[in-house]
Structure formats: structure tokens, C-alpha cells
């Protein structure tokens, strides 16, 4: 059993650190929201009341925030885990976050004496329900070997990408082609839809065929053909709109930087845009196949 620190429990947070509990750990964990504090408290966390507080003492600390700037924010500071976690301690952010800030907090964690992992993951909330995550690992080999035990109760797959950043690139490239996938996947069965075609026919020939892909097989957008479609569930989300904005966001951003021209990334964030200026950024985003059939209402 070993003292892990634990700062973000929102929905990912939360689950996966009722996993860690459940493994036998002791998790002091630390959320700016009360009410995440309280709930993830019901889960057998310990709830501290700062972060600084979260990493004392801690052998390893993860962190699991929206977005760049909360996990510098959450690193940086008096009361951030570089100034409060022991020398040497293996830290590691689980976020989903731009390249650039991972290299930043990879480079600022060396020069304050510490090993930083970037570890994003794929799987949901459902993922971070079971013990199922998909994790992918930039940093140095034996930093990820000292992270694996810590990592396992809360995976079924631990991938080392790479040196570092290759967590988080590796994360916004799959989730790049996902987001053009499900559009291809809209527009290929409205069209299928409007040609007079039966959808079982159709997703039938599809994934057997040339335009088999995850988000056909997972997300086909019309009720009644593919049982874990949210099109059955009137678009209640298994990934919504918004989060996957912000994954292609990222994407672009490090299309920017590259000099990577990305077409299809951008015109499909168009799509997702228009999905959320309706209102429905929090609906799963295969929705986005009632902007292609017209049938978006605002
Ligand atoms: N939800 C998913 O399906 C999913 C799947 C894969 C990856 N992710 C990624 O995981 C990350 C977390 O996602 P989530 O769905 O748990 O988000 P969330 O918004 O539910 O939880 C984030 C938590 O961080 C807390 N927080 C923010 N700044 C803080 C700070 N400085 N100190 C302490 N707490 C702070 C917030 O109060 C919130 O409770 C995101 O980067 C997301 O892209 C999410």
C-alpha cells in the first residue's frame, strides 16, 4: 500500500481514483470544487484541503485536469506540487493538454528535481468506471516502469509512446482521425439514408468494406442499427462535442506549430462548432450527423 497524491476529481478523476482506492492505496486527493472533493470522499479518498496538503508525503502524484493552464496552475505556484511534493517524487498528468504545455511542465519538473510522465488517456468515463483506461506514456523508461503498479488498477492497455510529449501527441493524432472518421461516417449515411439504402444493409457492406472505421462501427448515427450508438439514446453522450472540440483544437494548435497543413481538422471543427452554437455541445458528437441532414434545430 502506498501514499498517492491526487489533484482534479472531476469525472475522470473520481473513478479512476475510487480504482487506486479499491487497489489497497491511500489517495489524498485535492479538487477546487467542493462538491467533486466531497463526492470522491464517498469513494474512500482522503480529502485534503489544498493541493499542497494532497502531495505531502505522497510517493507518486497524478494529476487530472481540463486543460493546459490548470495543470500549470496546479504545478506552479506556492502552493503547487513542484513547490510541496518531495525531491524525486514521479509525477504525472493525466490531462489531455497542447504539446507545448507538457513540454513545459516536463522541463520545469526536471529542473526542480523531479520525473514527470505525460500520460493522457482514451476510454471514458466508463473506461475510468472499470479499471479500463487506455494509457499513453511519454517520458523516460524507468519512470514509466516506477508508474506502471500505480498506473495498472486503473487500465487494461499501458502504452509507452516515447520520450516526452509522446503521450499527448499520440492522444490528439488518434482523436484527429476519429473526429474526420466520424464525419466521413455521417455524410456517407445521410447520403446511404437519402439514396433509399436499408442502414443494416449498408453498415453491413461499410465494415466489411473499405469504409470500415471505429466511429461506423461504434457511433452509426441512425437509431435501432448499432446498439451502442447514442442515436438510440437521442444523442445522450458517450463522448461529447465539446471535449472533442478540444482535442481537435489541440490538433490544429500542433498543426500550427508544425507547419502541418490540416484541412479536414479544420473544417471538421467547423462542424462541431455549428453543432455547439445550437446548443448541443454537450450531446455526444456523433450528433454532428444532424448538421450534415439539415435537422439541427437551434
Ligand atoms: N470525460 C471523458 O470522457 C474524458 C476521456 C478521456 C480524457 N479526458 C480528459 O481528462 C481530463 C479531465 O476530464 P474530466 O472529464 O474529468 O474533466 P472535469 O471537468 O470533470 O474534471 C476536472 C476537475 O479538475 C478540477 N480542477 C481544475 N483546476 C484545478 C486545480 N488547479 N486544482 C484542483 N482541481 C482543479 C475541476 O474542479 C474539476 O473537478 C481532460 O483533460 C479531458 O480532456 C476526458
Avoid at 467542493?34 to 480529502?47: D, S
Wanted: hydrophobic content about 45%; overall charge negative.
Amino acid at each position: 500500500m502506498s501514499t498517492i497524491g491526487w489533484i482534479g476529481l472531476g469525472n475522470m478523476g473520481g473513478p479512476m481514483t475510487a480504482n487506486l482506492v479499491g487497489a489497497g492505496h491511500e489517495v489524498k486527493g485535492f479538487d477546487l470544487s467542493a462538491q467533486a472533493l466531497a463526492a470522491a470522499a464517498e469513494r474512500g479518498v482522503n480529502a485534503a484541503a489544498s493541493a499542497a496538503e494532497a502531495v505531502a508525503g505522497a510517493e507518486i502524484v497524478f494529476t487530472m485536469l481540463p486543460r493546459g493552464e490548470h495543470a500549470l496552475a496546479a504545478y506552479r505556484g506556492e502552493d503547487g506540487i513542484f513547490a510541496n511534493a518531495a525531491p524525486g517524487t514521479l509525477l504525472v498528468d493525466c490531462s489531455t493538454i497542447d504539446v507545448a504545455s507538457a513540454q513545459t511542465l516536463h522541463e520545469e519538473a526536471a529542473a526542480a528535481g523531479f520525473s514527470f510522465l505525460d500520460a493522457p488517456v482514451s476510454g471514458g468515463t466508463a473506461g475510468a468506471e472499470a479499471g479500463t483506461l487506455t494509457f499513453m506514456v511519454g517520458g523516460a523508461d524507468a519512470d514509466v516502469e516506477r508508474a506502471r503498479p500505480f498506473i495498472e488498477p486503473m487500465a487494461r492497455t499501458i502504452v509507452h509512446t516515447g520520450g516526452p510529449t509522446t503521450g499527448q501527441a499520440t492522444k490528439i493524432c488518434n482523436n484527429l482521425i476519429l473526429a474526420i472518421n466520424l464525419i466521413a461516417t455521417a455524410e456517407g449515411t445521410v447520403l446511404a439514408d437519402r439514396l433509399g439504402l436499408d442502414h443494416e444493409m449498408f453498415l453491413s457492406v461499410a465494415r466489411a468494406s473499405s469504409g470500415d472505421n471505429w466511429a461506423l462501427r461504434t457511433w452509426y448515427p441512425y437509431p435501432g442499427v448499432v446498439e451502442s450508438s447514442p442515436a438510440n439514446r437521442d444523442f445522450a453522450p458517450t463522448f461529447t462535442t465539446d471535449l472533442l472540440r478540444k482535442d481537435l483544437s489541440l490538433a490544429l494548435a500542433a498543426g500550427q506549430d508544425t507547419g502541418t497543413p490540416l484541412a479536414f481538422g479544420e473544417r471538421v471543427q467547423e462542424l462541431l462548432d455549428q453543432v455547439a452554437d445550437a446548443g448541443f455541445g454537450g450531446k455526444d458528437c456523433s450528433i454532428v450527423r444532424r448538421v450534415v441532414d439539415g435537422s439541427l434545430e437551434t
